[in-house]
């Protein structure tokens, strides 16, 4: 089954800590490519991390870096996300995807999970 399930969103206070979790079929954990997406209201999905999990190589959005951590447990076919100092401004829907590569908008995506909410208050 080609699937995508995001858990561990809620609310937390600024400065607080959320980790997000993606379990993820083993065909879909296969793409050479997964990665996390948030949208909130009124402006675009973008991009926040992603790592290419058969090499370990990641990349951060600049609003992330140094706050927000991807892993993978590759036992598991899990991919997590862990942020830190989080902030009012983190607050949106964070979809859980895979794909080719990692470095594309969305639409070069293939699989999406059905998104978490976070929110953060001040």
């Known amino acids: 089954q080609v699937r995508l399930v995001e858990s561990g969103g809620g609310s937390v206070q600024a400065g607080g800590s959320l980790r997000l979790s993606c379990a993820a079929s083993?065909?879909?954990?296969?793409?050479?490519?997964m990665g996390w997406f948030r949208q909130a209201p009124g402006k675009e999905r973008e991009r926040v991390a992603s790592?290419?999990?058969?090499?370990?190589?990641?990349y951060y959005a600049d609003s992330v870096k140094g706050r927000f951590t991807i892993s993978q447990d590759n036992a598991k076919n899990t991919v997590y996300l862990q942020m830190n100092s989080l902030k009012p401004e983190d607050t949106a829907m964070y979809y859980c995807?895979?794909?080719?590569?990692?470095?594309?908008?969305?639409?070069?995506?293939?699989?999406w999970g059905q998104g978490t909410q976070v929110t953060v208050s001040s």
């Open positions: 995807a895979a794909g080719p590569v990692c470095h594309g908008g969305p639409a070069t995506w293939n699989y």
């Open positions: 790592m290419y999990t058969r090499v370990g190589s990641t």
């Open positions: 083993r065909y879909t954990y296969s793409s050479n490519c």
